[in-house]
């Protein structure tokens, strides 16, 4: 395949090298006469590809130990008996390999002739037909033909559905379609074990296996009764990745062909940021390979990146502007210009009748830096005010002020990498298999090599206890507790003298560490003291805090289950305090490292999406930095901090904000307390909503900007890791333009003058404003594929790892943490705690996800629900619910299941017929205001279907959802 890579070939080496690289004292050996140095423990195989010497091989890969099994890379090695696999044969020094031989060259053709002997040779049609290692191999050993021939009888192969007398062949077996994305033809197996070992070793989870002895022997989905899509496959890629042959292969090349050439970018979904390939015919998108030199995935990649791109060119996407005069008008299609000229006459009008302060804007934790960039200085610079807020504050927000608070920083400490040096793991409000597929096969990995895990969750996620994996101590706390649990752990750790004093006394406040430790030494913070409250065993939590104080490197993950309550804030400073209790940070396998739910989160907060803060976490009261901004936007800068999204929805009601600008952010369906949120746009005189899809908060918009994929543009995400990562242009945009063309556009209709040419001026900008941005610019992501900020004159090459010498603020801070329970009660009326989160074919909202083949796995949200609590309340599985709360009620089909304790139930918010937040509160974080998604009381019982309210909804939906014909 022709393969224009960006960076291009040079920067990294593309070449399979057989086995994965190793890491030790050099090691000369010859190889056809060549000589070679390598690290000790290396492949001969890997050091003759490292000298440019290919040697044949079906059944290794570099992303896989070395299995074996083809025979196909044998070598001679001076002075040893017989031909060794150079792919499980180790250097050693002196030695002095000949891959090329007389002898050699046979045995690879003999044992070539037995594979293509059992091998359809429909190579002209085969859907792999020039992407086929089989097909390569032959041609490298130089087979020309095949000796053996059929005995009387007939010969037995697994290819031919029937012999030459039309007899069924018990050994053929058909092609396996089940799964929307690959297809599984066992008929073109050789039986090589590469998917079944990427399923193991990369993924993690040991859904195939290889059935049968000899010449019996095939790959399996499980039972005989499973197929694919039956069977515990999570549909990652891997064992398709892996795959030599068409055995598996994507059902997108089967119907259009082999790709002709790629561009890297990067994943525009979770947090975990992966880089991939995206393969092209044209401009036409074939398939998403992942990147093996991503340095955030390292070559692996999850349902949603694999293969979840088809919203792109869904029909449901919009790709012309529309305007309307009423949210109850029918939308009509009008040119750029008139669309973006009716925005900003709107926009200037709502500032000249209610005052500079009465617009804002939304930005999107989806889109780029840059754009990010743009919409906040839009809000800034154009409008005259700070009413910025994002999508980042919802989910994060607890996160940025919790460790801002506590080391400096607002960020996580570590890079992925960091895992597989890691003894210990604290999980804590987060659940990795399903939000955060790609890390958490990392995670796996390492936890089957020996780790030990902690998990901190209400629900019995699939990390404590899955394929060859088992957390060492579960500890299912009751939501709104988090608090009170991490300070029993703090309150073992310090009354039984297990802190690492020498670590507290060089990098912390000494002082404020006494403070701290009279605070957890309370007997009132003892597990035992606790349980009632938490509904965690004092043993298994006194266990759990030994085992993270004693086991060795600890390190602490968490997610939103920790960031979106009441005490977010003080969660995370409670997280933070555990980890300079026990020195668990500054070095490679500890550290506190926050899993971003959306791909550019991180990035979104960076570039000065809140309020209060400037690009870079600055207060915008600072006179200096105001003053920063002024010299190179030549604007005053409003010292007053603006309104977040529910004090914008709040004045909204009350008449004083009338216009918002919100770009890919559906905050009808992903904010709290649904009816406040469409109370607040359908009082406002001008919503714009800039987005791919009408999505819900369409329903109340005047203005709809269509929007570009993340294939359609060229940009920056910013990971969890902090890892500034390229997304690069696949294709043209489908709507005319990159959304930060569009963001520019409407700015300079209100009267500025931008004329940024391409988003690389815009990061040399952020670049010129940011400090932590400083050495960040398109040449040097070019030359490295991606940095972790800080990246500026004392870190040029970035940052993998935070405070090693010493933290950003200088002496770590302990905060006292006291727990205060939320003013959410449950009681008579509302007897149960409702939390929510994802599952891992979908995607936050779903607007993407929905739009593609994953709903076979997830069609509609399920409310999770005890035997208990389903038993006294005469529900059966799969019934309709009615799910109430103080603030409204919906409907929708009942799990049972024992993952979730009596008391509690659990649910998703990807479908919007659902509409999980017209339960949710508007309790939020006591710093932040990042909502109380995680605890709502409330009450199930037995329903008939859809309540009035969501039928109302989707009535008003379909009727702000028309659109007049063109003509019209």
């Given at each position: 395949?022709?393969?224009?890579?960006?960076?291009?070939?040079?920067?990294?080496?593309?070449?399979?090298?057989?086995?994965?690289?190793?890491?030790?004292?050099?090691?000369?050996?010859?190889?056809?006469?060549?000589?070679?140095?390598?690290?000790?423990?290396?492949?001969?195989?890997?050091?003759?590809?490292?000298?440019?010497?290919?040697?044949?091989?079906?059944?290794?890969?570099?992303?896989?130990?070395?299995?074996?099994?083809?025979?196909?890379?044998?070598?001679?090695?001076?002075?040893?008996?017989?031909?060794?696999?150079?792919?499980?044969?180790?250097?050693?020094?002196?030695?002095?390999?000949?891959?090329?031989?007389?002898?050699?060259?046979?045995?690879?053709?003999g044992v070539m002739e037995l594979y293509i002997s059992d091998h359809p040779l429909d190579c002209l049609t085969c859907s792999a037909n020039g992407d086929c290692e089989l097909q390569?191999?032959?041609?490298?050993?130089?087979?020309?033909?095949?000796?053996?021939?059929?005995?009387?009888?007939?010969?037995?192969?697994?290819?031919?559905?029937?012999?030459?007398?039309?007899?069924?062949?018990?050994?053929?077996?058909?092609?396996?379609?089940?799964?929307?994305?690959?297809?599984?033809?066992?008929?073109?197996?050789i039986v090589c074990n590469r998917c079944v070992r990427a399923c193991e070793e990369v993924q993690g989870t040991f859904a195939l296996t290889i059935e049968g002895r000899g010449f019996d022997s095939r790959v399996s989905f499980g039972a005989k009764t499973d197929d694919a899509l039956a069977s515990d496959c999570v549909s990652c890629g891997a064992c398709v990745q892996a795959c030599?042959?068409?055995?598996?292969?994507?059902?997108?090349?089967?119907?259009?062909?082999?790709?002709?050439?790629?561009?890297?970018?990067?994943?525009?979904?979770?947090?975990?940021?992966?880089?991939?390939?995206?393969?092209?015919?044209?401009?036409?998108?074939?398939?998403?390979v992942p990147y093996k030199h991503g340095k955030a995935n390292r070559g692996h990649s999850c349902v949603k990146g694999r293969f979840a791109y088809g919203y792109a060119s869904h029909k449901d996407r919009i790709l012309n502007p529309m305007i309307r005069d009423r949210i109850s008008d029918p939308w009509r299609e009008v040119s750029w210009d008139e669309a973006l000229g009716f925005a900003a006459t709107k926009m200037r009008g709502i500032q000249a009748e209610y005052g500079q302060k009465s617009i804002g804007v939304i930005t999107s934790s989806r889109c780029t830096n840059e754009e990010t960039y743009l919409v906040q200085k839009l809000a800034r610079a154009v409008f005259g005010n700070n009413n910025t807020d994002t999508c980042a504050r919802v989910c994060h927000s607890p996160t940025g002020y919790g460790l801002g608070q506590t080391f400096g920083t607002s960020a996580g400490t570590q890079d992925f990498d960091s895992v597989e040096h890691t003894?210990?793991?604290?999980?804590?409000?987060?659940?990795?298999?399903?939000?955060?597929?790609?890390?958490?096969?990392?995670?796996?990995?390492?936890?089957?090599?020996?780790?030990?895990?902690?998990?901190?969750?209400?629900?019995?996620?699939?990390?404590?206890?899955?394929?060859?994996?088992?957390?060492?101590?579960?500890?299912?706390?009751?939501?709104?507790?988090?608090?009170?649990?991490?300070?029993?752990?703090?309150?073992?750790?310090?009354?039984?003298?297990?802190?690492?004093?020498a670590f507290i006394r060089e990098r912390c406040d000494w002082d404020e560490f006494q403070d701290y430790a009279a605070f957890v030494s309370d007997p009132r913070h003892a597990p035992e003291a606790t349980e009632m409250l938490t509904g965690v065993p004092a043993a298994d939590l006194r266990e759990a805090a030994k085992l993270f104080a004693t086991g060795g490197n600890g390190a602490i993950y968490y997610g939103l289950g920790v960031t979106e309550h009441s005490q977010g804030s003080t969660?995370?400073?409670?997280?933070?305090?555990?980890?300079?209790?026990?020195?668990?940070?500054?070095?490679?396998?500890?550290?506190?490292?926050?899993?971003?739910?959306?791909?550019?989160?991180?990035?979104?907060?960076?570039?000065?999406?809140?309020?209060?803060?400037?690009?870079?976490?600055?207060?915008?009261?600072?006179?200096?930095?105001?003053?920063?901004?002024?010299?190179?936007?030549?604007?005053?800068?409003?010292?007053?901090?603006?309104?977040?999204?529910?004090?914008?929805?709040?004045?909204?009601?009350?008449?004083?904000?009338?216009?918002?600008?919100?770009?890919?952010e559906d905050i009808l369906q992903s904010d709290p307390?649904?009816?406040?949120?469409?109370?607040?746009?359908?009082?406002?005189?001008?919503?714009?909503?800039?987005?791919?899809?009408?999505?819900?908060?369409?329903?109340?918009?005047?203005?709809?900007?269509?929007?570009?994929?993340?294939?359609?543009?060229?940009?920056?995400?910013t990971n969890a890791?902090?890892?500034?990562?390229?997304?690069?242009?696949?294709?043209?945009?489908?709507?005319?333009?990159?959304?930060?063309?569009?963001?520019?556009?409407?700015?300079?209709?209100?009267?500025?003058?931008?004329?940024?040419?391409?988003?690389?001026?815009?990061?040399?900008?952020?670049?010129?404003?940011?400090?932590?941005?400083?050495?960040?610019?398109?040449?040097?992501?070019?030359?490295?594929?991606?940095?972790?900020?800080?990246?500026?004159?004392?870190?040029?090459?970035?940052?993998?790892?935070?405070?090693?010498?010493?933290?950003?603020?200088?002496?770590?801070?302990?905060?006292?943490?006291?727990?205060?329970?939320?003013?959410?009660k449950t009681g008579p009326r509302f007897p149960l705690l409702l939390t929510t989160g994802r599952i891992l074919s979908q995607y936050n909202v779903g607007a993407q996800t929905r739009r593609t083949e994953n709903v076979v796995w997830h069609e509609q949200d399920l409310l999770e629900i005890h035997p208990h609590d389903a038993e006294n309340r005469g529900l059966n599985d799969g019934d309709y619910v009615r799910l109430a709360s103080r603030s409204g009620e919906t409907t929708l089909r009942a799990k049972i299941t024992d993952r979730v304790s009596p008391g509690v139930v659990y649910t998703t918010?990807?479908?919007?017929?659902?509409?999980?937040?017209?339960?949710?509160?508007?309790?939020?974080?006591?710093?932040?205001?990042?909502?109380?998604?995680?605890?709502?009381?409330?009450?199930?019982?037995p329903s008939n279907g859809p309540s009035v309210w969501q039928e109302d909804y989707a009535a008003q939906a379909a009727q702000a959802r028309r659109i007049l014909p063109a003509a019209e």
């Open positions: 395949m022709k393969d224009f890579i960006i960076p291009p070939m040079d920067w990294k080496d593309e070449r399979d090298m057989g086995t994965p690289a190793k890491q030790g004292a050099p090691v000369t050996l010859s190889i056809d006469g060549f000589e070679v140095t390598v690290p000790e423990g290396t492949s001969v195989m890997r050091a003759a590809a490292e000298a440019g010497i290919q040697v044949p091989k079906l059944c290794a890969t570099d992303s896989l130990e070395a299995f074996g099994s083809c025979r196909l890379c044998v070598v001679e090695i001076e002075g040893r008996r017989g031909t060794p696999a150079s792919c499980t044969t180790p250097v050693a020094p002196g030695m002095v390999v000949r891959t090329q031989s007389d002898n050699v060259r046979t045995i690879r053709k390569d191999m032959a041609g490298a050993v130089g087979l020309r033909d095949v000796r053996y021939t059929a005995p009387t009888g007939g010969m037995a192969t697994h290819f031919a559905p029937r012999n030459t007398s039309g007899e069924t062949n018990p050994e053929w077996r058909p092609k396996d379609d089940s799964n929307p994305y690959f297809s599984y033809d066992p008929a073109k197996c030599p042959t068409a055995t598996l292969q994507e059902k997108s090349v089967i119907e259009m062909g082999t790709p002709d050439r790629s561009v890297v970018t990067t994943c525009a979904y979770c947090g975990v940021g992966c880089s991939f390939k995206a393969e092209m015919q044209g401009d036409q998108l074939v398939r998403m003894d210990v793991v604290i999980v804590i409000g987060a659940n990795p298999t399903d939000g955060h597929p790609v890390f958490a096969s990392r995670l796996k990995k390492r936890l089957r090599a020996g780790a030990k895990l902690i998990v901190i969750d209400p629900r019995r996620i699939d990390l404590v206890k899955s394929a060859h994996v088992k957390a060492s101590h579960h500890l299912p706390l009751r939501p709104g507790t988090n608090v009170a649990v991490v300070t029993a752990l703090a309150h073992v750790i310090v009354t039984e003298g297990l802190m690492d004093e969660t995370v400073m409670s997280i933070a305090n555990l980890a300079m209790l026990t020195g668990n940070l500054g070095r490679p396998g500890v550290g506190v490292n926050p899993l971003r739910g959306q791909n550019n989160v991180q990035g979104a907060c960076d570039m000065g999406s809140f309020p209060h803060e400037l690009p870079g976490y600055r207060h915008v009261k600072n006179d200096d930095v105001r003053d920063l901004f002024k010299s190179v936007w030549g604007v005053e800068i409003d010292p007053e901090p603006g309104l977040r999204i529910p004090n914008m929805l709040d004045a909204a009601v009350d008449g004083t904000f009338k216009g918002l600008y919100c770009q890919g307390d649904t009816k406040h949120v469409a109370a607040g746009l359908a009082a406002m005189d001008c919503v714009i909503v800039h987005d791919l899809f009408l999505n819900e908060t369409a329903n109340y918009a005047h203005v709809f900007l269509p929007g570009s994929t993340f294939l359609e543009k060229d940009g920056t995400f890791e902090r890892r500034i990562n390229r997304v690069r242009e696949v294709m043209k945009p489908r709507n005319g333009y990159a959304d930060w063309e569009i963001t520019q556009m409407l700015a300079n209709k209100m009267g500025a003058n931008w004329s940024y040419m391409h988003p690389s001026q815009i990061m040399d900008e952020i670049a010129l404003t940011t400090p932590s941005f400083a050495g960040v610019s398109y040449t040097v992501l070019e030359e490295k594929g991606s940095v972790q900020w800080p990246c500026n004159e004392a870190h040029p090459d970035g940052t993998p790892l935070m405070h090693v010498d010493g933290f950003v603020r200088g002496k770590g801070r302990f905060i006292v943490t006291e727990y205060v329970a939320t003013d959410e918010f990807h479908h919007p017929d659902t509409q999980a937040n017209v339960i949710t509160t508007d309790y939020s974080d006591w710093a932040t205001n990042c909502p109380e998604y995680k605890v709502t009381a409330v009450q199930v019982s």
